[in-house]
Each structure stands twice: as C-alpha cells, then as structure tokens.
C-alpha cells in the first residue's frame, strides 16, 4: 500500500497549484495551512460528506465522485453569494487502488479548475469510502446571503430546473439508460456559484435545494418566520422529466427528490427590475415559483388556488 | 430514527456557544458558517479524521472519542504556535444512539470549553463510524511556526514524554488493566496549545508528533533540507513506560510508537536562555534531545557515540 505522504504527493499535491487570485501563504505539506483573508471580506465555511451507499452509488465513477464531492460543497458557498477560494480533503478509502486515485483527483481537478479553488490540505486514511469536503469561500463583509432574513411581500425563485436529479438517481440505480440528461443532473450538479455572485445585494434570503424544494423552502421560512405561497403550476419541469415519468410524480421529483443543487432565493419587489438586468449572469435561468408571507407554513397553490399537495417519498433524497 | 436537524439541535448546536473573544458572526444553521478574520491575523486550518477500527479500539468511550477527535487535530494549531478559535465536525455514524451522541458531544464540549473553541458547522450521516474534523486557529502575520526553518546548529527539543501513547494503546488492546496512565496518554491526549503559543518567536522549527518521533523528525528535517544528531539516552521516557516494557522497548516506543502528540521544535542557540525563560509556560516540560547538522538523516547517538538503531515495529502507529 501507498504511504500517505506518497498518496498525497502524487495524487493530491499538484492541486495546491490550482487556485484563483488568493492562494494560501501555506497550502499542503506542513501540519496546517495558512491563510490571509484580504481586507473587507468574511471567510465563508461549509462542510459536506459523502458515503458510499448512502449518497451515492456504487456505480459511480471516481472521476464523477471527484466532481461531485466537491461540487455539492461548492453549492453552499454559492447560496452564500460567495466567491470559492480552497478546500480541504479528509478522504478514507478501503485501499490505495491507484487507478481510482488518478481519476478520482482529475475529477477533483476539473472542478477546482473551473471554480479556481485551491487545494490546501487534507488526509487519508484506510476505511470504508468516505469523503468529507470542507470548502471555504469570501463575501463582502456583511453581504453574505443568508437565509433568515426573506420579508413579507418578497418573490421566490429557483435557479435552473428542479426534480432531475432525483429522477436521475432513480435512472441510475434501476440500469435505465434512456435519460442521460437526468443521469448527469444527478451525477454532476454544477455549483451556482455565478448565480450566487450575481444576487449579491438583489436577494433578501437565499439557500440550496439539496433535499427536495419542500424541505428547503420549509428551511428558509422558519429561519426567516414567515410562511410562502407555492406555485406549483410554475415550477420549472424539463421535458425529458416529464417525459420519464409523468407530470404528477415530475412535480413530486420536484418537491421531495433533492440532490438538484439549484438556489432558492426570495426577492423584494423593489429589486424585481435589478433581478432581471443580472439575467445574463444567471445563465442557467430563474423563475418565480412562489411569494413569502405573513403564515408560518407552506401553502401549495395551483392557478391561485389553494389545494392539498399530499407529498409521497417516492423520489425521496437518497440517505 | 431522529432527522439530522433534531440531532445536530440536540447534541451539537449547543457547543456553538462555547467560544473565545473571535465568536463566528454566523455558526450552525445556515448553509455556511461567517468568521471576520482579525486585523494582523493569519488562519490556521487543519484537518483529520479518525475510523472506527483503524484509528481507535471500539472499545473506547464515546465520552474519550469526542476528547480526542478534537484533540488530535488541535495539536496541529499548537504545532502551528496558533491559538485555537473555531472547528467543523463531519460525523458518519450507522445509527443515533442517543447515548453515545450525548456522551460523544459532551467529550467535545468539554475539550472545547477548556481550548475556548466554538463548533460553527459540520454534518452528520449514515454510514460506518467516521470522525472528520477541521479545525480553525489564529496566529499574528508571519509568526506561524513552519516545519521547514530549521537551521544547522539549533538544538531540537520535544516536550513531555515520548512512548506512552503506544504503550496505552497496547495495554488497551490487550486488555491489560496495570497501566492506567499510560493508557491515559493514548485515550486523551492534550494538545500542547499553551507551549505552542509559548514558542512563538523562540522556535526556528517545529511539528507535533502523530507517526513517531523518527517519523516526524525525519519530516521536520527532509521540509528544513537539514539533518539531525538524536541523543537516544536523553530521550524522555516514563518510568511507568519502561516498567511495563524495558528500556529497549520503550525506546522503540518513543521512536516509532506514535499517537504522542507532542511538540517537535528547533531552537537556534541565541534563543535558548529565552526558552529558558519560558518554562512555566511549558508546563508538561521540554527536554533537549539533539541537534540539526548539515547531513540529510537522523544519526542516532548514544552517550555521544553514534550507533546503528535498528527500528522494529512492534510499537507501530495504529494506522
């Protein structure tokens, strides 16, 4: 077996040279790593793990649980409206198949590289597969986008399209090859980390969906007291969603199936004209689903009308 | 089974009200922590994980891992010469034990209170015992001790005592009920923070020992491109360490045992009276234990006389 130090040195080391604007004063190689946080910014946090056969399958490959581990991290910054900057690695792994090490660190590559994110320290141990993440990003001091500050009167919006990834999963683990769009929706989320920076001073509350649009949405009015009003006739269905498994259950994908990595974001009305110049910017798309209000729950609306949604658990989130 | 936002309310969202003078501006319970990063300040990060099995007997309490989990890593910020301030916690268990979540969280509380550490984010999931934690540390611009600034001449010291570590784990292993304070030593050891931020502008040098001390000092010397005269007869060794195996054994514990978590630092000659200087603050105490010279490896030397030491394993590190 591979010593960590030569694990660490072949695989993961020359990660530490990819990095954006602000690379660490020390990165891998001694006990800790050393950062200077410019003037003006706050340094944002999130942790993430995942386990193998429990967020995802066993048929993924290295190369795309590189991405996604990394990916699902990134998403959080992103809800922050935060730039990414580093992270650090704890990776245990049954043993140093150096093949799955290789593709595993491309994928973790590819995606450091696209979002400029550094490397910066870490470590391995033998184990069942378990990846932790920590990813750490900078906001402009006190323009962090949480998600307890959503005002009565304000819209609700989501980036992108919602349910894919859970129908996507599904597609996975019952060998249903017919829906690679969905497939990859779950199998590489792209990080909202543009769309994030673009809402900087637009959204009043903001967060990820990671585990269904229901939960989430149900996050951010509690920590924000105050209920919503759910559109369920607008939420943004992709057709192949549809296509595989019928309106009714794409809008139960939607609500409960989690994984999708979109924003939701509320908006005062005052800066609706703001939202739609910075268009361009969030590239991916974003709709209206929905506005806050003075309850404390959820209600589901269809063509202005109040109605009984009754959630079902078939695409529940995967752990 | 509880939800994990029950849980990390329950057993974890307390601990972010343990803190120093630097709280988070934003902890547990948005997608991302906030830390303002004081003026004239570096961060310190690091991070580790232990597994089940490989990393600790099954047999330790959960009260001792939440002591330990943190405090392993929080030896990292004292090898750095950094105060401790924030930590993240991603917690994989196969179940909620509410027991052990209760007594693995009030381990961590209580290493937190006496380190003045807040917990700010984490995770928790499914999935075989895995512990990984981060750990966030501030240290005044350019005063972070490096383990690649030894110089030919300095003296190289350790503090506290070599070997147990290895010993306790052994005893613990085995069963063997005789040596309760070497076992001690393996099941909480305490990060060496005050002696760390006591050698700030004292040491030219320094690590903390995880691997063994001819491990790490082979590390402290190969990132320095120096090498290393080690006095085997001033090494600092228990008279309960060589009650329980002999001289010859505890020496080859204190080489390649591990799990000791001291500090291993370098102090150039005109610094030695300032150290001296020190020594309240070193409260586990110090003991000089070689020098740097201008080979490229460890010459072992006996009574100034230098000798082949053959290394065995018999005390190897856990890992």
Same mark, same amino acid.
């Given at each position: 077996?591979?010593?960590?130090?030569?694990?660490?040195?072949?695989?993961?080391?020359?990660?530490?040279?990819?990095?954006?604007?602000?690379?660490?004063?020390?990165?891998?190689?001694?006990?800790?790593?050393?950062?200077?946080?410019?003037?003006?910014?706050?340094?944002?946090?999130?942790?993430?793990?995942?386990?193998?056969?429990?967020?995802?399958?066993?048929?993924?490959?290295?190369?795309?649980?590189?991405?996604?581990?990394?990916?699902?991290?990134?998403?959080?910054?992103?809800?922050?409206?935060?730039?990414?900057?580093?992270?650090?690695?704890?990776?245990?792994?049954?043993?140093?198949?150096?093949?799955?090490?290789?593709?595993?660190?491309?994928?973790?590559?590819?995606?450091?590289?696209?979002?400029?994110?550094?490397?910066?320290?870490?470590?391995?141990?033998?184990?069942?597969?378990?990846?932790?993440?920590?990813?750490?990003?900078?906001?402009?001091?006190?323009?962090?986008?949480?998600?307890?500050?959503?005002?009565?009167?304000?819209?609700?919006?989501?980036?992108?399209?919602?349910?894919?990834?859970?129908?996507?999963?599904? $597609?996975?683990?019952?060998?249903?090859?017919?829906?690679?769009?969905?497939?990859?929706?779950?199998?590489?989320?792209?990080?909202?980390?543009? $769309?994030?920076?673009?809402?900087?001073?637009?959204?009043?509350?903001?967060?990820?969906?990671?585990?269904?649009?229901?939960?989430?949405?149900?996050?951010?009015?509690?920590?924000?007291?105050?209920?919503?009003?759910?559109?369920?006739?607008?939420?943004?269905?992709?057709?192949?969603?549809?296509?595989?498994?019928?309106?009714?259950?794409?809008?139960?994908?939607?609500?409960?199936?989690?994984?999708?990595?979109?924003?939701?974001?509320?908006?005062?009305?005052?800066?609706?004209?703001?939202?739609?110049?910075?268009?361009?910017?969030?590239?991916?798309?974003?709709?209206?689903?929905?506005?806050?209000?003075?309850?404390?729950?959820?209600?589901?609306?269809?063509?202005?009308?109040?109605?009984?949604?009754?959630?079902?658990?078939?695409?529940?989130?995967?752990?």
């Amino acid at each position: 077996m591979l010593s960590e130090e030569q694990l660490i040195a072949d695989y993961f080391k020359p990660l530490d040279n990819i990095h954006g604007i602000t690379p660490a004063s020390l990165a891998i190689g001694d006990d800790a790593a050393l950062l200077d946080i410019p003037v003006g910014k706050q340094l944002v946090i999130s942790t993430d793990n995942l386990v193998a056969g429990v967020h995802f399958p066993e048929n993924i490959t290295a190369f795309d649980l590189g991405k996604r581990s990394l990916a699902i991290n990134l998403s959080d910054l992103a809800a922050m409206g935060a730039q990414a900057a580093w992270f650090t690695l704890n990776l245990t792994m049954p043993d140093s198949n150096t093949q799955w090490l290789a593709d595993f660190s491309k994928g973790l590559a590819a995606l450091a590289k696209e979002f400029k994110c550094q490397l910066i320290g870490g470590n391995t141990s033998r184990g069942p597969l378990n990846i932790a993440i920590s990813v750490y990003g900078l906001v402009p001091h006190g323009q962090a986008i949480r998600r307890d500050n959503a005002q009565i009167g304000d819209a609700i919006y989501v980036t992108g399209k919602l349910g894919n990834a859970a129908a996507g999963l599904q $597609c996975l683990q019952q060998g249903i090859d017919t829906y690679p769009g969905l497939i990859q929706q779950f199998v590489n989320p792209v990080p909202r980390i543009n $769309c994030g920076l673009a809402l900087s001073k637009v959204a009043s509350s903001m967060l990820d969906i990671s585990d269904g649009l229901d939960t989430d949405l149900t996050r951010l009015i509690n920590a924000s007291n105050v209920g919503a009003q759910l559109y369920l006739d607008k939420l943004p269905l992709d057709d192949a969603l549809i296509d595989y498994c019928g309106l009714e259950q794409a809008l139960q994908a939607a609500l409960t199936g989690g994984d999708d990595y979109e924003l939701c974001f509320t908006v005062p009305v005052h800066n609706i004209e703001i939202l739609a110049s910075k268009a361009a910017q969030i590239d991916v798309g974003y709709t209206c689903i929905g506005k806050i209000t003075s309850g404390d729950t959820i209600d589901y609306m269809h063509n202005n009308i109040k109605i009984d949604m009754h959630l079902n658990k078939s695409f529940q989130h995967f752990n």
